[in-house]
């Protein structure tokens, strides 16, 4: 049985290898048993899974997913910590480590080589700094996801699942709406890690879907939603003249010809909206 997650075995491996956090990657290493239990059964693997995890850390869910899955990948940035690893993992057979940014890594390639091109599951720590960079990065690049399991930053998670008209909504909720179904699995405070962090975490299960919800020009609905809420104050028809090649009479006659208010804006919007206007301006290409 996997025994990382305790916080006094934790320290010895640390202690043993001289390993000091850095600050730059943003690492905080799970210590509670229960959290990493909530993971794992919320991520659903099973026998037949090749799992993508980002960050291992020392190991404390990778001991876990070699339990549980068929094959895990771990991308870890921090070279310091890949003895570590050889060390926690010794006895599994079914892992293996790329020391590389994640952000430089071919994932698409991964899953073709490991997993026939079939979705895959990312089950991921998240360094604060770079959790969106990250979780963009899987979307955009249409990696076949089945599902990705994090722990993230408390307000990050909750504005993954925000609705329109809420402050927190905005280009990231649309983003992570459009390509998946996000489900608060549990909040976790400071104390389940080690260093604690300095705000509460959130572990999020993003569920993709099998065709997005909306049918539109995915490259163009994005332009639109990311032009909308550079200047969240701004009317819609004027954030889309200053981020988009429209001039602003096509911008408003698109926005008349969907019904919206001429003074309407993004953050009100839902993403049917935006699809709707979306479809509208690209037939004016």
Not at 74 to 92: F, G, H, M, N, R
């Amino acid at each position: 049985m996997a025994y990382l997650s305790n916080p006094t075995y934790t320290r010895a491996v640390l202690e043993a290898h001289g390993f000091s956090f850095q600050k730059k990657f943003g690492q905080n290493f799970l210590i509670d048993g229960n959290i990493l239990d909530s993971i794992i059964d919320a991520a659903g693997i099973t026998k037949e899974d090749f799992v993508l995890e980002i960050g291992p850390g020392i190991g404390t869910m990778t001991q876990r997913l070699c339990e549980e899955a068929r094959e895990v990948v771990a991308v870890e940035i921090d070279s310091k910590l890949i003895p570590i690893l050889d060390d926690t993992l010794s006895t599994y057979k079914n892992w293996s480590v790329i020391n590389q940014d994640i952000l430089k890594v071919d994932i698409n390639s991964l899953a073709r080589e490991k997993n026939g091109g079939k979705p895959i599951k990312v089950v991921a720590n998240l360094p604060y700094y770079i959790t969106t960079p990250i979780i963009m990065g899987l979307f955009e690049s249409h990696v076949p996801l089945e599902s990705i399991t994090i722990m993230i930053q408390k307000e990050v998670a909750d504005r993954m699942q925000e609705g329109p008209g809420s402050k927190e909504y905005g280009a990231l909720s649309l983003a992570v709406q459009y390509y998946s179904t996000p489900e608060i699995v549990c909040e976790v405070p400071p104390s389940c890690f080690m260093p604690q962090p300095k705000v509460s975490s959130t572990v999020i299960r993003l569920k993709t879907h099998s065709k997005p919800p909306v049918d539109c020009n995915e490259k163009l609905l994005f332009q639109i939603i990311r032009a909308s809420f550079n200047q969240r104050r701004k009317t819609l028809q004027n954030g889309l003249s200053n981020g988009l090649k429209y001039s602003k009479e096509e911008i408003a006659a698109a926005i008349e010809k969907c019904g919206f208010a001429p003074t309407v804006r993004g953050e009100v919007l839902s993403l049917e909206d935006f699809a709707k206007l979306t479809n509208v301006l690209d037939q004016r290409d």
